[in-house]
Each structure stands twice: as structure tokens, then as C-alpha cells.
């Protein structure tokens, strides 16, 4: 193994590297885009049911902490404008091969889990027009056919990317437009906006909102790896980076606001396709039959996106590593041809099946359990570790690489992001106990990895990488 599993940039000046081409707006839009990919499509029925009426305060305070956490990432980015984001952070902050490695198979496990979670979200709104098809079977092959596309060598231009962000935005803006009209038409009822469901005091209510809808808020740390390409990013960077996350909140909230006040709270919750539920009422003029179908391959669209990308990073972190010896070596193999790295690719579709077969049986167990809930907690448990390490991370670093036009975080709202991720994580563990057996397996995978690599390293012995790159 080298000594981390993260490189630094080989030699070469700086005049070397990529162009800086992006200015503040387009990378505002990309933050933007990032963020506002299918969590709230797939989860916003699972808050709902959490909180009650009130669950747009979860979200309000997860793009709270988000934003904090953003900060961090900003004042990092702008300090270290190199891929790899939090296992490079976390490298530099800590030196620790072991952490380094940690945080990578971290990464790499929550990407795995969100991955299944969409997977499991695109089968039930493709539910509403093919319901004959077993779920299972529509994730399966779900999963296969974006990997396919990987293979092949799909090319996500910047309008690719930008079409199918304005579908998504188009979707969460016909429900902003039917809330509107419920509340123009008089019917709206506000009171429901601070009703909760939960007995005792609120704040647990809130809390418990806050562990799934941080899940949507997740993606803007994807930024960091265009800080190297951006104009003069010790300013641009981090008034985009929040500024993206930001519009992303605003829009979340008021997504469920106009939720709430035309759907009852409990349609909401017991629903499979929750945002459905709001085309369903019949505000809109038209069929409702043809608007649910609209609205049904609207919400695919964006949850293909998200699970594109998803698909993306699981074999480019595994193809890295490879070449860092920290995995086995064929991960790294690319097919000469399609210049993919088809056995990193095949080996993670292999892994989110697993999930779902898992997570399919284990629910015909327990009736009770919910593949996307739970999947959503163990990528949420897995981010809100790596958070907390990149803002103690942005903490230790201070006084090193900075310049004059360096920018700087807030302090305190560091040490108050620490604390808020802290206490999710506390309490996503203590409340869902059974998601730490899935991080568990997760973190086995990793762990079973590098012995692999570590066995079969001797016999290999010291040759060149198998790919030369993706």
C-alpha cells in the first residue's frame, strides 16, 4: 500500500494544469444543479411522515447545516484546488494513511447506498406507468442499464447536464405552482404548516426530518473538484458554492410548504411516490391521468441523473484506488476500446443489486422496514461522518497555504457545523440502530478490498498501472 490513498498533483508548474474557464454564475448553476438532484423526488414522503405538517422546517434546517458544512469545503477548495475532495482534506489535515483510507471507503459505501435508495425511488414513480413490473426486478435492471451506459463511454456535456437539471427544477416548480394555486383559490390551510405529528417536545420531531432530508441537500461537495478550473475562485467559489446551495434550500422549502397545503400530511407519508400525491389532487387543468404520467417520467428523469452520476463515482473512486494499490489492481483495468473502467463498473453494479436483493428480502421479513428510508440512512450516516472530519479538517489546516485573497470561514459557525453533524449522526445511530449493520457490511467490503490487494500485491509485484486513464 502507499503511504496514503490520496496523490498529490506530479510535478510541473502550475501554468500546467487546467484552464480557468468558470466563471461565478456557471459554477453557481452547477452547484445548483448538484444539489437539486431526486432526493426530495424519493424521500419528501418520509419527512413528511417523521414531522408532520411542519416537515419544510426540516429541511430549512438541513440546508442550514449543509451550508455550514459548505463553508468548510469552500475555504478547502479555495486553499487546495485538487480533486478528491474530503480524502484529500482529511490527508492533509491528518496524515494518516488509516484515515485517508477510511474516509475514501466511506465515501465510496455512501455512494453505493444513495445509489440503491434512487434506484428503489425510480422503480415506484416507474410504477405509475408500467405497475405490473416487480420493483425489484424494475432497480435491477435500472442499475444495469446506466451501467451499460457507462461503459459505452457516455460523454455528460455541460448540456446534457443542464437539460436534465432544468427538468428536474421544472418538476419541484409545478408543485410550487399548485401550492400556489390552493392558496389563491383559499383553500390552503397554514395551520397544518406547524402541526406536528410526533408526541412531546418538537425539536425530536424536527430532528428526525432532518436525518432523511439531508439526503437532498447532499452533492455540492462534488464543487470542489472544478476549483482548479474556476476564475478567480478565492472569491467566486465560495459566494457560488453557498449562493447555489442556498437558491437549492429556498426552492426545497417551499416544495414542502406547497406539499403540505394540498395533500394531507398522512397521503404524504404512506405514499410511495410522494410529489405524486400532489399532481393527483386535480389543481392543475387538464387530465390528472396524463399530468401524474408527465410528472411520473419527469421524476425519472431526475433520478437518473443523480443515479448516473452515483454510477460514475463508484467506479472512478475504485479505479483510483486501484492505481493508488489500495484495491486490486483490475479495478483500474479500462477496456481498450470504450476507455471505461468496465471492471470497477461491473463490480459496483454488483454491490447496489446486493443491496436491493438484501434489502428486498429483509422486507418481505419485516413489513415494516423500507428499502429507500433505510438506504437514505446509511448514505446520511456515512456523509455526516466525512462532514465533520472535512470542517476539523478546515479548522487544523488554518495558517497553512493561505495567501492575502484567501477565504476563511466563519469559526464559530465551523465548531457550531461540527456540533450539528455530531448530534445528527448521534442521532440517526440511536434511532435507526439497524443502519449501522448495513455500514458494517459496507465497511467490510472496503476493509475485504485492501486484504485482497495486500495478498495478491507480492505476487504481482511492482509493474506499471493496467489502465492509462479514464
Request: aromatic share 8%; proline share 3%; net charge neutral.
Amino acid at each position: 500500500m502507499s503511504s496514503t490513498a490520496v496523490t498529490e498533483p506530479a510535478g510541473g508548474s502550475r501554468g500546467e494544469g487546467l484552464t480557468r474557464s468558470i466563471t461565478g454564475r456557471l459554477l453557481f448553476f452547477y452547484v445548483l444543479g448538484d444539489v437539486l438532484g431526486s432526493g426530495i423526488y424519493v424521500l419528501i414522503g418520509l419527512v413528511a411522515g417523521a414531522v408532520g405538517g411542519a416537515f419544510w422546517i426540516a429541511f430549512a434546517a438541513g440546508v442550514t447545516l449543509a451550508t455550514i458544512t459548505g463553508l468548510a469545503y469552500a475555504e478547502l477548495a479555495t486553499k487546495y484546488p485538487q480533486a478528491a475532495g474530503a480524502s484529500l482534506y482529511v490527508n492533509k489535515a491528518f496524515r494518516s494513511p488509516v484515515l485517508t483510507f477510511l474516509i475514501t471507503i466511506c465515501s465510496l459505501s455512501a455512494v453505493f447506498a444513495a445509489s440503491g435508495s434512487l434506484a428503489t425511488g425510480f422503480a415506484r414513480y416507474f410504477g405509475e406507468l408500467v405497475p405490473v413490473v416487480p420493483a425489484l426486478v424494475v432497480t435491477l435492471v435500472f442499475i444495469g442499464v446506466l451501467t451499460i451506459i457507462n461503459f459505452v463511454g457516455i460523454t455528460e456535456s455541460v448540456v446534457v447536464n443542464m437539460v436534465m437539471t432544468f427538468v428536474e427544477i421544472f418538476g419541484l416548480v409545478v408543485v410550487m405552482v399548485i401550492g400556489i394555486i390552493v392558496v389563491v383559490r383559499g383553500d390552503a390551510d397554514f395551520g397544518v404548516l406547524t402541526s406536528f405529528t410526533a408526541e412531546g417536545n418538537p425539536i425530536f420531531a424536527i430532528v428526525a426530518g432532518v436525518a432523511l432530508a439531508f439526503f437532498a441537500m447532499t452533492g455540492f461537495e462534488n464543487a470542489a473538484n472544478v476549483a482548479e478550473e474556476t476564475i478567480n475562485p478565492s472569491k467566486t467559489f465560495p459566494r457560488a458554492l453557498i449562493g447555489g446551495m442556498a437558491a437549492a434550500g429556498v426552492i426545497y422549502v417551499l416544495v414542502a410548504m406547497s406539499a403540505a397545503l394540498t395533500v394531507p400530511v398522512g397521503t404524504l407519508a404512506d405514499a410511495d411516490a410522494a410529489l405524486l400525491e400532489v399532481v393527483r389532487a386535480d389543481v392543475l387543468p387538464g387530465s390528472v391521468d396524463v399530468m401524474l404520467k408527465v410528472f411520473a417520467v419527469i421524476a425519472m428523469i431526475a433520478i437518473t441523473n443523480t443515479t448516473l452520476v452515483s454510477i460514475v463515482t463508484q467506479s472512478r473512486i475504485l479505479y483510483g484506488m486501484a492505481q493508488e494499490d489500495v484495491v486490486p489492481r483490475p479495478f483500474a483495468k479500462i477496456h481498450q476500446a470504450r476507455r471505461s473502467p468496465y471492471v470497477a463498473l461491473v463490480f459496483a453494479a454488483c454491490v447496489v443489486a446486493a443491496l436491493l436483493v438484501i434489502g428486498e428480502l429483509l422486507s418481505r421479513v419485516d413489513s415494516s422496514l423500507d428499502i429507500v428510508g433505510r438506504l437514505a440512512t446509511v448514505t446520511v450516516v456515512f456523509l455526516l461522518f466525512i462532514y465533520a472530519l472535512v470542517i476539523i479538517s478546515a479548522l487544523k489546516l488554518r495558517g497553512e497555504g493561505e495567501t492575502a485573497d484567501s477565504y476563511r470561514a466563519n469559526t464559530v459557525l465551523l465548531y457550531l457545523g461540527i456540533l450539528g453533524n455530531v448530534v445528527l449522526l448521534a442521532y440517526v445511530v440511536i434511532d435507526d440502530p439497524r443502519s449501522l449493520f448495513w455500514v458494517a457490511g459496507l465497511l467490510a467490503l472496503g476493509v475485504a478490498l485492501y486484504l485482497a490487494q495486500r495478498l495478491t500485491a507480492g505476487r504481482r509485484g511492482t509493474g506499471a498501472p493496467t489502465g492509462e486513464g479514464v
